[in-house]
């Protein structure tokens, strides 16, 4: 069963993330990046990593998803036109993606036979107890560094995006 | 899990500048919003920058003397830590002195500058004492994301809007390969401490699976290559350094560098030291490389942000030499070389930001004709640090590259050695070029209506010279606590 959710969830992901790039307009490129956060959310699940999967659907296919549509639809953001391609792209495009894609199978090839299979529901640390004791204790200084991170990142927009006055 | 998990009392002690910085950054944001416009104008936020990163060398130095982990292992204090805080701090302190006058010139409000100013060197300072991917990682955010906003700090001026959004957008790229990076070490070790990297990797288990760890540190010297601009990945650097406000070019080049660099040494000197002879030919094709690019770029330049940031591309060429020879006495040399650096490199870009005027008019290695005969003292201190940079005796950046290419001849790297010197040939005629124009053409128009040193950038001037010369007369002062800081991992 479980093999059985992870093989779908991973195919719809894998179709999505390609939908992706493929579509012309913005809207059906969010909308299906949504599709990828989703499924990725239950394939957390399905590990066992309770948390990150909640996260991951309040935070990416939420919150930061109805950002995405918002900074859309108020660009009024229309299809997108294809320019006719470069030459390089028309040259190298396709080998060096074949390259790309032969040296990723070939990592992957390689290290197959390690013989540690990711057993579904092996892993049960994943609770919102457990991130939030270690967040608290072994990962206190990071947690609260963080908070550095995210001033700067509430600074640098009001530097660049507020309205002079004077 | 620690049973006790409440920090020890010298750990804060440790991370003392970190605290300082972070505490000053937000005074001045509090400042701003409690004093309303009339600090802005004022000098205010400036001063407390200046007297926050001045504190911060003795915290550094405190900090310094009581050696040892903090916070779970997640930072570790050693000679090391300290060398780079103290960097990273006096290139700040410098960038701020410059900085005072160009704000005044270009109206700007100054207390979001000094304010982001402080973040950065915060994030550079835990860059440079981590001891963990995650801390290293979010060091190098905080760093990163400020840098961004300070590339693009005057608003209305176009050429600061394209070198933000290049920056931004290239920087954030880096940055995902570098965590990408750390999630597949995480996935083959099972942990991001540096030394239990390092442990993994010598142990038997994790050899079976070396093409993973492989794909993990080549996408950590992908993103690294990219923040510390080595080929092939230096594309953003000219862009970025000739559009951002001159002083940003110069914080820029030296700060963020140099903690980027430190971090490239910790993590490739501990964690993957036991693969270093897999990743050593990739560091010294790509040192080649960056010295190539860089100095062969510069000959053509006539912007001369435009040749510094050519130059500084050449010089993170040198210093990757001396990581490609993966030696402890490599190490001591790559510091040595970066504090030589910062201090000539933040030295040229005070004299541009000085030179170029009010909206930066006046960028053009041409503009400078004539300034030897209206401006002598500004000249011969641009002389000091351009002398320097082409390696003459008695300046710091002569023993920069003699340890360096000492290192390489010892590591066995004799042709490396040998490369390099041909390039820091070349490099001279672009550095001599600007000697030439300052003292055997006659003044143009652009030398009209030149203000005299304001005492900020006249300060940073002078400062970074006698640094310069120190180095260069007495350079075994730095070369021994960088030789005795530089076993990391051991």
């Known amino acids: 069963m479980d093999a059985f959710l992870f093989l779908v969830l991973a195919a719809i992901a894998v179709v999505s993330a390609l939908n992706l790039v493929v579509q012309t307009h913005p809207i059906s490129s969010a909308l299906s990046l949504v599709g990828v956060m989703g499924s990725l959310a239950v394939l957390y699940l399905l590990l066992g990593a309770e948390f990150i999967a909640a996260a991951q659907m309040i935070v990416y296919a939420g919150a930061i998803m109805v950002l995405f549509i918002f900074v859309i639809m108020l660009l009024n953001a229309g299809g997108e036109r294809l320019t006719r391609r470069s030459a390089y792209v028309k040259i190298f495009g396709v080998p060096l993606m074949a390259l790309f894609l032969g040296l990723v199978s070939f990592v992957i090839q390689a290290a197959l036979p390690r013989g540690e299979m990711v057993v579904f529901g092996a892993f049960t640390h994943g609770g919102p107890a457990d991130i939030g004791r270690s967040l608290f204790t072994q990962y206190l200084l990071p947690f609260e560094v963080v908070s550095v991170l995210i001033l700067i990142a509430i600074l640098g927009a009001i530097v660049l995006a507020r309205k002079e006055i004077d | ?490």
């Open chain 2, 1 to 490: 899990m620690p049973d006790n998990f409440l920090p020890a009392g010298v750990e804060y002690l440790r991370i003392l500048p970190e605290i300082i910085l972070t505490v000053a950054g937000t005074l001045i944001m509090l400042l701003e919003g409690l004093a309303g416009d009339s600090v802005k104008t004022r000098n205010g936020p400036g001063y407390l920058a200046l007297f926050a990163l001045v504190a911060a060398i003795p915290a550094s130095l405190v900090a310094g003397a009581n050696p040892g982990f903090a916070f779970s292992n997640l930072l570790v204090i050693d000679g090391f830590a300290t060398f780079f805080r103290v960097l990273v701090v006096v290139v700040g302190i410098l960038t701020v002195l410059v900085s005072f006058q160009y704000l005044r010139r270009e109206n700007a409000s100054s207390s979001e500058y000094f304010g982001l100013i402080l973040f950065s060197v915060t994030g550079q300072c835990v860059m440079a004492s981590s001891n963990e991917l995650i801390m290293m990682f979010i060091g190098l955010e905080i760093s990163s994301i400020s840098s961004y906003v300070l590339a693009g700090y005057l608003r209305d001026d176009k050429r600061n809007n394209e070198a933000a959004i290049k920056y931004f957008l290239l920087g954030s790229f880096a940055t995902a390969f570098f965590l990408y990076g750390i999630a597949w070490i995480y996935g083959v070790t099972g942990t991001t401490n540096l030394d239990q990297i390092r442990y993994a990797l010598l142990s038997h288990d994790v050899a079976s699976s070396s093409i993973l760890v492989g794909v993990a540190a080549s996408l950590m010297l992908v993103g690294l290559a990219f923040k510390v601009s080595a080929a092939p990945f230096q594309i953003w650097a000219p862009d970025v350094y000739q559009g951002a406000p001159a002083p940003i070019s110069a914080f820029l080049s030296a700060g963020p560098k140099a903690a980027a660099f430190a971090i490239f040494l910790r993590l490739f000197m501990t964690s993957f030291q036991p693969i270093s002879g897999r990743w050593a030919p990739f560091v010294w094709s790509s040192a080649l490389l960056t010295m190539v690019v860089g100095n062969f770029a510069a000959l053509t330049q006539s912007n001369i942000k435009r040749m510094l940031a050519y130059s500084s591309i050449a010089n993170a060429g040198y210093v990757l030499v001396a990581i490609a020879t993966h030696s402890a006495i490599g190490t001591a040399a790559a510091m040595f070389y970066l504090a030589a650096y910062a201090f000539m490199n933040v030295g040229a870009f005070a004299v541009v930001t000085h030179f170029s005027r009010q909206g930066e008019r006046f960028v053009n290695i041409d503009d400078l004709a004539g300034l030897g005969w209206k401006q002598p003292v500004t000249a011969a201190l641009f002389s000091v640090f351009l002398l320097s940079f082409v390696g003459v005796p008695l300046t710091g950046g002569f023993f920069g590259k003699f340890y360096i290419f000492k290192a390489a001849l010892d590591g066995g790297y004799t042709w490396l050695a040998i490369l390099g010197l041909l390039n820091s040939a070349v490099a001279a005629y672009y550095y001599l070029r600007i000697l030439v124009v300052m003292y055997m053409k006659e003044p143009g128009e652009s030398c009209e209506n030149l203000s005299p040193l304001a005492p900020g950038v006249s300060l940073a001037l002078w400062g970074s010279a006698l640094a310069t010369l120190v180095l260069g007369i007495f350079p075994s002062v730095i070369l021994n606590f960088a030789r005795g800081s530089a076993t990391l991992g051991r």
